[in-house]
């Protein structure tokens, strides 16, 4: 564990968490509250956990299982964000994951292998998810797969932050691996926030930009860091639902401000997805949003500010 | 009216922040981020999906000023 006046980090969800408090005396406590949903999350969620429910689920698949609430809310959301994008991000990518390499955590992944068949078939799509609140337990269809991964860490870190700043009563704000959220009363002159390709750049790097967030939540995603080789192919980690393979890649990043961080990371997921038509999509959705095109120049829209 | 939906509602959201295909209606259940359960939303709520713009941007709390000036700390966003 790293510690600084303000400020802690700490592995998890197989990347990093950083806490950030307003007030130096409410780390402790923000820190710990922190953790806590941090390992709820995990322990419901995680793909690459054998005794997840998540991987449970995945494992009984066609038939009923048991799931905790955790696991329900994180699935809810996840389907919440199908329906709000149009399927444009579907937590039943899974099988895809698994079908272009992505089938263990990503420090696991070899990263040059030899070459995959890649078939263009939607998955199977959210709709086909069948939860079942009131018995604790999800179906869904055999030979699918779930994952969330564009949503759950990012509703992680807004739950956190949320349990952080009522347990201390002061601003928090929560990175988890680059998606932020933000609580309680932030700091005066806001919550400084520096928009880069790569999560574990520096606060003070070159490239990139610095803004200022009171509240709401702000992610990033893109088709530039996780990705590995597949018989002399590059393949990234962002599937697009409809063909079942990962997404054309039009924009190296796009980082997205939004009410929520769950809010943001689907957007930002769903724009990289989307390809070209991003931005007017962005736009339509009042969503402030910075699109950086592979090539490197930068498009602005929602009133995210220009440089 | 047909069985309650569900959909996030976030601190001092208006409904139109989330999507504009998923404005609610007053007395859907929806997942409210600050309480972290379900619960009814208000008419209240269900007048503010007819937000305008600058309404929600101050929800966002995104500042129209990129930071600029001596290093300070801060947090980074970027892809995992």
């Given amino acids: 564990v790293n510690t600084a006046v303000d400020r802690v980090s700490f592995a998890a969800l197989g990347t990093t968490a950083v806490v950030l408090v307003a007030d130096a005396g409410a780390l402790e406590a923000a820190h710990g509250a922190c953790e806590r949903i941090v390992a709820e999350v995990d322990a419901a969620c995680s793909r690459f956990r054998d005794d997840s429910d998540l991987t449970r689920v995945n494992r009984g698949a066609g038939d009923w299982v048991a799931a905790a609430s955790t696991l329900l809310d994180a699935l809810e959301v996840g389907i919440d964000a199908a329906r709000t994008t149009g399927g444009l991000v579907d937590p039943t990518v899974g099988g895809a994951m698994c079908d272009i390499g992505y089938d263990r955590d990503f420090s696991e992944i070899v990263q040059a292998g030899p070459a995959v068949a890649l078939r263009v078939r939607r998955v199977p799509g959210w709709q086909r998810i069948e939860l079942d609140r009131s018995h604790g337990r999800i179906r869904i269809p055999r030979g699918a797969a779930l994952d969330l991964g564009a949503t759950a860490k990012a509703w992680c870190a807004d739950r956190a932050a949320r349990a952080a700043a009522e347990t201390t009563g002061v601003g928090v704000a929560i990175g988890l691996g680059g998606d932020l959220a933000f609580a309680g009363t932030a700091p005066p002159d806001g919550w400084r926030v520096h928009v880069t390709e790569d999560h574990r750049g520096s606060v003070d790097g070159p490239s990139g930009q610095t803004i200022s967030m009171r509240g709401g939540g702000i992610a990033t995603s893109g088709t530039s860091l996780r990705r590995w080789n597949r018989g002399g192919d590059a393949v990234h980690h962002i599937v697009d639902p409809r063909r079942g393979r990962p997404a054309s890649e039009c924009w190296r990043f796009v980082s997205v401000a939004a009410p929520s961080c769950t809010t943001a990371n689907t957007a930002s997921t769903a724009a990289i997805v989307l390809g070209l038509d991003a931005p007017e999509w962005l736009a339509a959705r009042d969503l402030p949003a910075r699109l950086v095109r592979t090539a490197g120049d930068v498009v602005y829209v929602g009133g995210w500010p220009s440089p | ?80």
């Fill in chain 2, 1 to 80: 009216m047909g069985a309650p939906r569900t959909r996030k509602v976030g601190d001092g959201e208006c409904a139109r922040s989330q999507y504009a295909t998923s404005v609610v209606a007053a007395d859907d259940v929806a997942y409210d981020n600050t309480l972290g359960r379900r619960r009814r939303v208000t008419s209240d709520e269900h007048c503010r999906a007819d937000h305008d713009r600058p309404r929600h941007r101050a929800a966002v709390g995104l500042h129209a000023t990129t930071v600029r000036g001596r290093r300070r700390r801060g947090i980074v966003s970027g892809q995992t």
